[in-house]
């Protein structure tokens, strides 16, 4: 490996590692800008599992559905093990189970179909996309070697445990035996699944992909419509089954469009992340609102100084997407 490649991977390594927990918590809204220190606690869990997702699916020759795969598997970890926000019914105090309860399974769909795809497309989906493309040439080859894949999988673990640990503490709750093995199957399955879609040869389709342009129109306009029917239901969150069927409907439309288009011999790296893109803009449009409203996601009141943050790391944020457009390969 030449050293500037040997650069490429370090840098996209790197990036991924800090991208992650930014992503899925400050862009998100979660927490604001002034509260950045906290970035070092979330790295471990976050961007060594973003890493570690990512070097997985490349070492086993997986493309964007293995990625995918790989990233539910993490979404059920983190949700279903460290936190156990799928199981907890006051988690961080927001009763977040309450709509859509299911008693028989201890669970809301509702909440579990939008707290998995959050993970699935913006914590991992949309910060691999955008670190991928910072490594140019490299975007597509494994970045560490055996000993970066051992420490990265360790600062995973570690996290893992730093976070259950935190949670336990500030919200006392164990999820039953059952719901623990329904977890522990769904992510077998998950990771099973990942590895036979990277083994599954699939040949490109001859004819044109649309614009990267339209890729992350699609994208920021079913992700916008998402994170609006999860917050409002449909008409007037009455009844959850609705809801979840447009969730899920959204979803499935936005998921086989960027299947079938994938597959057309004219996509290129500049199509995935214009879809990254398009993500990206959700979250800083959410939050942003969010900010301007008066609190952040978890309720802290925000100011104006908050406001122009959030506005700022996302610039900040496309920024670095418009510098790994310009590091791709061009299409030829």
Not at 111 to 120: C, G, T
């Amino acid at each position: 490996m030449t050293g500037e490649a040997r650069g490429s991977s370090r840098g996209g390594a790197l990036l991924l590692l800090l991208l992650a927990p930014l992503v899925a918590e400050f862009l998100l809204g979660d927490f604001t800008l002034r509260q950045i220190g906290f970035i070092v606690i979330f790295i471990p869990q976050y961007g060594g599992g973003a890493l570690l997702v990512r070097e997985v699916a490349r070492r086993v020759g997986g493309r964007w559905p293995t990625i995918v795969l790989l990233a539910l598997a993490y979404a059920l970890v983190e949700e279903g093990f460290t936190t156990q926000s799928l199981f907890n019914p006051n988690y961080a105090g927001q009763r977040l189970l309450d709509f859509g309860y299911i008693p028989a399974l201890r669970t809301s769909l509702h909440w579990a179909v939008f707290v998995l795809s959050l993970h699935v497309v913006w914590s991992i989906g949309s910060s691999v996309a955008v670190a991928e493309s910072f490594a140019g040439e490299r975007s597509w080859t494994p970045w560490l070697g055996r000993r970066g894949l051992i420490a990265t999988a360790l600062l995973y673990v570690a996290g893992c445990v730093l976070t259950t640990a935190a949670t336990l503490k500030l919200y006392p709750f164990v999820a039953s035996i059952p719901q623990f093995a329904t977890i522990a199957i769904a992510v077998a399955v998950s990771v099973g699944a990942a590895i036979a879609a990277a083994r599954r040869p699939c040949g490109p389709v001859h004819g044109p992909a649309p614009r990267p342009w339209a890729v992350g129109l699609l994208v920021l306009m079913a992700g916008r419509a998402f994170h609006f029917v999860y917050g409002h239901g449909l008409p007037t969150r009455q009844h959850p089954v609705p809801t979840l069927a447009a969730m899920v409907g959204l979803e499935i439309v936005a998921a086989a469009a960027l299947l079938v288009w994938s597959r057309r011999d004219r996509w290129g790296p500049h199509h995935t992340l214009a879809a990254a893109v398009g993500a990206i803009v959700v979250y800083g449009w959410i939050s942003v609102e969010r900010f301007a409203a008066g609190q952040t996601a978890l309720g802290v009141p925000t100011t104006a100084v908050d406001v122009a943050g959030q506005a700022a790391l996302l610039a900040a944020i496309l920024g670095l997407a418009a510098v790994g457009w310009r590091r791709l390969p061009q299409p030829r």
